[in-house]
């Protein structure tokens, strides 16, 4: 036989159907028996649960809508992609260009038998099996080289749910500089939203960013460690020499990152601009950066002017802004954590408070009297 490559292509996707049939066929038996173990006072409570879970019911139907492009699929975009395959993503773009080592074993997700698949196959196996409702669209490539940087650039504006469609969200899960550069210069370009996040080398530390280009700073605006030092990122990364990785940092920082994702595209809550995670202390700071209007990306000042202009022609609201102006007190991370939020604000986020017998309280609640100014160095002066 002779296929043409639009046959085996069909082929596979025709594969590809069958298979999350059986997936789902051998789902729905499981239900079926799962069902059937339950004792009646548990069917109660499980029927009751399924009531709590309206609300929670509404966010999924939603989710279902959205496409997100994860860009590496290591220790933390692969926390990252199953965490939305389970909350039922509508589609996930997967790029990577590694192999699963038996060497990361260490880390989540991936296991012994997957040693020497690339990355985003083995993820997109484990993921369909997951939720086979998910759609799933795997690029085994790097981005930084130039073929395969317009093929990304195509994909993230094309590659949505519907296809033609941009994706709603691109995440960077990568592990160096040169490929957040290229996921910066495409998003400034396309005007994407993305959100980025890290893990430090030491492996204690890690953030979570959100980027809208032309509005808060993009990866070039405010120039990291390695850029501002002007050290060679190839000198820092030697060969053979890994960086240190926990299991634990990586899922923080992925847990953070997709309850920031979840907030930012269901609307809920107080999506974070930047949020920092620092193991050692159990320190989390939070901050919000304007796009700098000297920005080495052309495309981010492109992107500046655009928003500008959009912010001109918006009507205006009489709304009396009181800006507080943020001390950068003498500590070891030059930032004073203020409170963004208002009381009535705090009130909501904590919902009403259940009748409860003197002297408990629930652990979740925030305190009635919130003082607004926590200091780094007051925090920790007494340690
Ligand atoms: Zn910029």
Redesign the pocket.
């Known amino acids: 036989f002779v296929f043409t490559m639009a046959t085996v292509e069909e082929l596979k996707l025709r594969v590809r159907e069958l298979e999350n049939e059986l997936i789902k066929c051998k789902q729905k038996q499981y239900h079926v028996t799962f069902m059937l173990l339950m004792s009646k006072c548990e069917l109660v409570y499980f029927l009751t649960l399924i009531c709590m879970n309206f609300v929670l019911q509404m966010f999924v139907q939603k989710i279902r809508t959205f496409t997100v492009a994860v860009v590496g699929v290591g220790g933390v975009g692969s926390v990252t992609a199953e965490m939305l395959t389970r909350c039922g993503i509508g589609k996930l773009l997967l790029f990577d260009y590694d192999k699963v080592e038996l060497a990361n074993m260490n880390r989540l997700f991936f296991q012994p038998h997957q040693a020497g698949l690339s990355k985003v196959e083995a993820a997109e196996h484990t993921l369909r099996n997951i939720n086979p409702d998910v759609s799933f669209e795997t690029h085994n490539y790097n981005i930084t080289t130039m073929e395969n940087f317009t093929h990304f650039m195509d994909r993230i504006s094309h590659g949505g749910l519907e296809e033609g469609k941009p994706v709603d969200l691109v995440l960077s899960c990568v592990d160096n500089f040169e490929a957040r550069m290229a996921i910066n210069t495409a998003c ?1 370009e396309l005007g994407q939203i993305w959100m980025e996040s890290g893990v430090s080398e030491n492996a204690v530390s890690g953030h979570i960013q959100l980027i809208i280009p032309g509005e808060t ?5 405010a120039p990291p460690l390695v850029v501002a030092a002007n050290i060679d990122e190839k000198t820092l990364k030697r060969e053979g020499v890994c960086a240190a990785s926990l299991p634990t940092t990586m899922g923080v920082v992925a847990g953070l990152l997709v309850q920031n994702v979840l907030k930012y595209l269901l609307k809920f809550g107080t999506v974070s601009y930047y949020l920092g995670y620092n193991a050692m202390q159990d320190f989390f700071p939070t901050m919000a950066m304007k ?2 209007p000297q ?3 052309r495309y ?2 492109r992107q500046q002017e655009e928003y500008k202009k959009q912010e001109a022609e918006r009507p205006k609201v009489k709304v009396v802004e009181v800006e507080e102006e943020v001390v950068h007190e003498d500590n070891e991370w030059g930032i004073e954590l203020v409170s963004e939020v208002t009381d009535a604000e705090l009130q909501a986020a904590s919902g009403s408070v259940p009748d409860l017998p003197e002297g408990i309280t629930v652990a979740y609640t925030i305190p009635a009297k919130v003082s607004v100014v926590y200091s780094v160095k007051d925090i920790y002066s007494n340690v």
């Not at 700073?217 to 605006?221: D, G, I, L, N, Y």
């Open positions: 400034n700073a993009c990866f070039a605006c796009a700098n920005c080495n990306d981010c000042r």
